[in-house]
């Protein structure tokens, strides 16, 4: 089968069409595909659906199998694919996703602008020796700022990430994210996506960071989000306004996929 592979700050997806996947069980496309030792390799995929009350709908699985209501890096992708494809026409769309209807807006250089929604937020918890505020952009994610930039890069993810993802607090689960807010308009972020493990970036948890900084004080809008793979510009007026991200979608490869898997 045909997929397109594209990554937006390193955050990579392979991207079907939806006859390319008819018939197929896509949890398990999704863990044979995205394996970067026996597949190709990505966070996830993404399938451009027909939608009713959207120009289309973004499928999206992590590279786990399990499905992910919002995917902000994902988004950018879907969107210039489609735009591409002639799927819709125009530099706008909406797009539908487990956390309702987004809107995209495309530029000339490859880029785009996503209103993400309305964050919202919960009470802190401690975990794992970490103060976390809990902050959903339509799917969970918990927040920590540590003391310096290099207590967040010294992080061993892969150890002290899935225990907190999978937290009894979170009960459907989470991503988690640590942040150093630099000061004024720059925060550094690493993150531990659930569904995905360890990531280059993350569009909704870049989200996330920056409203939780510009809501402690620690940074103002607009926020660039340094992740280890790119920046992202994340735009929010404050309580009740909606989150606004903008960065790269890029185009990585074309190719076959061979797989005999039905469902």
Partial sequence: MRFTKMQGCGNDFLIF??????????????????DRHFGIGADGILIPAPSGAADLEMVYLNSDGSPSEMCGNGLRCLARYAKDRGMVEGEAMTIATG????????????????DMGTPR?????????????????????AVAFLEDEAAVEVLDL????????????????????????????????????????ETLASGSGSCAVAVAAVRCGLAQSPVNVHLDGGV?????????????????????????LYTNQKS
């Fill in 232 to 256: 992202v510009q994340i735009e929010w007026s404050g309580e009740g306004e909606p989150v606004h991200i903008k960065g790269p979608a890029e185009y990585i490869c074309d190719g076959d």
């Fill in 121 to 141: 937020f919960d009470t802190e918890v401690g975990v794992s020796g970490f103060l976390f505020l809990r902050v959903s952009m339509g799917n969970p994610h």
């Fill in 158 to 197: 892969p150890t002290i990430g899935p225990p907190i993802e999978e937290n009894p607090v979170f009960p459907e689960k989470t991503n988690v994210e640590f942040g150093f807010a630099r000061g004024g308009h720059a925060v550094r972020m690493r993150i531990w996506e659930r569904g995905a493990g």
């Fill in 17 to 34: 069409d939806p006859g390319e996947v008819e018939g197929i069980d896509l949890p398990g496309l999704a863990r044979k595909a995205c």
């Fill in 99 to 114: 956390a309702g209807v987004k809107e995209v807006v495309l530029f000339d250089d490859g880029s785009s602008r996503v």
